[in-house]
């Protein structure tokens, strides 16, 4: 339990104490600064510890958004301010350097309107260079009143706006798609209440979106028209349940590392099940879409990489200026723009209900086409755009970006290898343009040439020498965030092209296996990093064999095996992979320590 230590006279009719032991508090109360300082040591250091001006007046959310949030060490309203337990020493310190308000003026800060010791620990926090998070209240109330006038004006102010109102609003993104804003978080919000009041966990209902997922999977892998109608419905209930549990951290504050590792490793997990789950239903009906499934799966995963590249390229890039950003704003302040944009990217939501409607209404081929066609052009919309961005914007990129992209490349032994003997590396724009031309290079030759032929090897061999090259040296070009998607679609359009080649049944579905188990890999290293949890171990990437390693790998079981054959070893390669990779990222994620975190950007 959390304990909040109340500070001063307790005002006469105030619910202050009542609201705090609502919100999980054990409530103190002290006198006095030092009184304060008494309590504070006391509390078991593995608690959250808050002080509270007794004269506070404000909405409970208020009050929650300021005391609650696992995101921030330090966090802070007009009185009251809190720290986690790894922030304590922060806290402690700053209450025992308490002098009153005009130490606080001597020290060059702003005098407070009122004298509240709260106000002067946050105050003090920020002139000792902690970060106090203040989060934006908006029309919520949070005040310490000065005089018996004041008082009543807050108290009226309060009144007038309805508490629970603004907790449902705010417990929907404020970024979102338009399927999703209009047809979904009217009514998924009031869900996420009632999950919140039946005291279920956002990790409770990201699993059970899951389950729902899978389920639609299952229906449309029977093949009848019936089943997959009933997937169509299913997969949007999915959709409804993805969109509840991210509300319900938002209004219940339960954000978490691991809940947001589940809930953007689901989404991926559910929509491959389903690609899968349609592709045996095709089959049932006498229909082969592998490979336009297993398409589908490599486009939107290489899509994803292009927005995790850029993203992270750019984090902290210094001079980040560009006409065409200049551009974007300007049309983001035209609102049919805004919702034209949003949805010609093809989010989670359009994307979803888009797949769904189809498979009620069509057939799998036919899903999967528009399905294709739909994410080539998002696709290529938003990489022109990016590459336009990079091209004319003039940013200084950090070592932190430069080691995100490395990261991001999954590199393993023998392009690092390379990459040590060509130490100087390619000059400016040659570094994705080697990289584009060795990934076409080992997809050409694997597409082309003829099964069990050496011609695929000679294309890995390149390639190899040009992932090595591409990555010699820091990725800071203006457009080096394009390397790691170009890597991603070498290797897996590489695997999609040996098991078309090969010609014979379950190559495919097992290529497709081993595509998924490798993106689960990729997928979670960009979740270590959006998370500042670090790059996957250097083990792991040595044992799964880097990029480079495995696509000469399956280049070289298609030359010397037979189809067969190669089918049973891309099986076979395909589960070493993903138990690898599966048991070390839920080793680390369960055991994690880094900060709670919830993603708060448009859904991919």
Known sequence: MSTAIVTGQPVPGSSLEHDLRSLGFDVRVAADAGAAESLL???????????????????????????????????????????????????????????????????????????????????????????????????????????????????????????????????????????????????????????????????????????????????????????????????????????????????????????????????????????????????????????????????????????????????????????????????????????LRRMIVLPIGERWAMIAVLTAVTTPRITFYVLLAGCAFAAAYTTAGRVLRSVTRRARRTDRAARALADLADSGPLARAVGRVFRRGLPGLAVPAVALLGGAAVVACSALAAPGGPLPVAGALVYVLTSGLAVARPLKGALDWLVPPVLRAAEYGTVLALAAQAGVNGALPAAFGLVAAVAYHHYDTVYRIRGDAGAPPAWLVRAIGGQEGRTLLVTVLAAVLTAAQFKAALTVLAVAVALVVLVESIRFWVSAGAPAVHDEGEPA
Not at 108 to 135: E, N
Not at 155 to 183: H, I, P
Not at 220 to 249: E, H, K, Y
Not at 267 to 277: F, I, Q, V
């Open 41 to 339: 040591a006391a509390v078991p250091a593995d608690r959250r510890v808050a002080l509270v001006d007794a004269r506070f007046v404000g909405h409970p959310h208020a009050l929650r958004l300021g005391l609650t949030d696992p995101r921030f060490p330090l966090a802070a309203v007009p009185g009251a301010v809190t720290a986690q337990p790894a922030a304590r020493q922060a806290l402690t310190r700053a209450l025992a350097a308490d002098g009153g308000p005009a130490a606080v003026r001597a020290g060059g800060a702003p005098a407070l309107a009122v004298d509240s010791l709260a106000d002067r620990v946050a105050t003090a926090l920020d002139a000792g260079g902690d970060a106090v998070h203040r989060p934006e209240l908006g029309s919520l109330v949070a005040t310490v009143p000065a005089d018996r006038a004041a008082l009543d004006e807050a108290r009226r102010a309060v009144a007038a706006v309805d508490d629970e109102a603004v907790r449902l609003r705010s417990a929907v993104k404020s970024r979102d798609g338009f399927f999703t804003t209009f047809f979904i978080s009217p009514y998924s919000r009031y869900l996420a209440r009632w999950c919140a009041r039946r005291g279920l966990t956002p990790n409770q209902v990201t699993t059970a979106s899951l389950l729902t997922a899978l389920i639609a999977a299952g229906c449309a892998a029977t093949g009848t028209r019936a089943g997959f109608i009933a997937a169509g419905v299913l997969l949007i209930a999915s959709f409804v349940l993805d969109c509840t549990d991210g509300q319900l951290a938002r209004y219940a504050l339960k954000y978490s590392t691991l809940g947001a590792w589940l809930d953007a490793t689901f989404d991926r997990a559910k929509e491959y099940a389903y690609y899968a789950g349609l592709a045996l239903g095709a089959a049932r009906g006498g229909d082969d879409v592998w490979a336009l499934a297993l398409g589908a799966m490599v486009l939107q995963t290489c899509r994803h990489v292009v927005d995790f590249s850029f993203n992270e390229a750019n984090h902290d890039a210094t001079a980040n200026t560009s006409p065409t950003a200049a551009l974007s704003d300007k049309l983001d302040s035209v609102g049919w723009t805004v919702w």
